[in-house]
């Protein structure tokens, strides 16, 4: 069951509510959205009906939610904007967000390069790992909290907000002190106390689908963010594995329009890990534009030949002008404005 508090519910009002389900020996998640926030309950549902809540001030409606997610299900909830950084660049429905950048901070140079050549192709937010999951623990594993510096130098330069990843629970409070939005990798995908710890930094977060979770298992992650009170979670489709292997994963793009049938979290594609070929990534965006997606994050790099990590599928020059192209021209076509931040959108 979920209580939806109205838009100016009280803190008291709110802690009522929390009280009357905690004394009935029930459990109370309270979740905070850009647009409202809602309570889970977690208990007796039989019992709580009996609570009158619906009766208490700053309660909008009391609901039963079928999903096994409840404070990320579409159930009872319009999609969801997220909103990344002081100058609140947005991703969700009527716009289309672009976030590219290096996969692994290298060095300030190459970090500043990809940043550029990412705003000069029209994204308004940065991604780029300091902390990276490799396969092998032989591999370039980031250059941890000297990567994230590089990243705050570079915000500072550019305007853009970060968007970067977290591997383990112990770093989460110092990666958030830089980032402006924590990304959770999809080898952590269900790596629960790492989801509630970034959960409880309050920040937007950034979750990826797990390579081999089902869209229920995606979802149900996101709970566990949402559970910590935060709902800034936007969801990412970055592929999954299957029996081809042309490509590195195979992305699933029916899983924007299911997911945005299930839960009213914005989904953004990665189309750089999911093809792991740069001449798949502009096809794959393309392709992303047009099914819905609220965005797309994707690898660039100056050299891509030289690069540490994932310079197969790196865009530059030539791919990243195309991409450049079908990211101003056809979101337009699907009903999307670019997602600037506060202080370059046009007036409502
Ligand atoms: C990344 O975005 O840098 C990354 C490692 O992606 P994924 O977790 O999807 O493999
Ligand atoms: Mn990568």
């Not at 709110?14 to 309950?41: H, I, K, Y």
């Not at 967000?97 to 692994?104: F, V």
């Not at 594995?241 to 590195?248: H, S």
């Amino acid at each position: 069951m979920v209580v939806v508090m109205t838009a100016d519910a009280t803190a008291s009002d709110l802690a009522s509510v929390v009280e009357r389900v905690e004394a009935a020996g029930g459990e109370a998640f309270v979740s905070r959205g850009e647009s409202r926030t809602v309570v889970g309950l977690v208990g007796d549902v039989t019992g709580f009906h009996d609570l009158n809540l619906r009766a208490l001030p700053g309660v909008m409606e009391v609901v039963r939610v079928s999903t096994p997610y409840k404070l990320v299900s579409r159930e009872h909830h319009d999609p969801s904007t997220v909103y990344v950084g002081t100058t609140r660049v947005p991703i969700g429905p009527g716009t289309f967000t672009l976030i590219a950048g290096p996969c692994a901070v290298e060095t300030p140079e190459q970090t500043l390069a990809a940043a550029q050549m990412a705003a000069a192709a029209g994204a308004t937010l940065l991604r780029g790992g300091a902390y990276k999951p490799r396969t092998s623990p032989y591999a370039f594993q980031g250059l941890g909290e000297a990567g994230l510096a590089i990243l705050a130098d570079v915000r500072a330069e550019t305007g853009l907000p970060i968007v970067t990843e977290v591997v383990d629970p112990n770093d989460v409070d110092l990666v958030a002190s830089y980032a402006d939005m924590l990304q959770v990798g999809t080898r952590n995908a269900q790596n629960f106390s790492l989801l509630a710890a970034v959960g409880d930094t309050g920040k937007p977060v950034m979750l990826k689908r797990g390579m081999s979770s089902t869209i229920e298992e995606w979802l149900l992650a996101a709970e566990y963010v949402a559970q910590r009170g935060n709902l800034g979670i936007v969801l990412c489709e970055r592929g999954i594995r299957t029996f081809e292997t042309t490509t590195r994963n195979t992305l699933d793009i029916s899983a924007v329009p299911v997911c945005q049938s299930l839960s009213h979290l914005p989904i953004v594609v990665d189309p750089s890990h999911s093809g792991g070929r740069r001449n798949l990534v502009v096809p794959l965006s393309r392709a992303a534009i047009a099914i819905g997606a609220d965005g797309i994050i994707v690898d660039v790099h100056p050299h891509p030949d030289a690069a540490i990590v994932d310079g197969a599928h790196a865009l530059e020059g030539g791919d990243l002008r195309d991409l450049a192209s079908a990211v101003r021209q056809l979101p337009p076509m699907v009903g999307r404005r670019p997602a600037l931040p506060t202080e370059r959108r046009p007036a409502a």
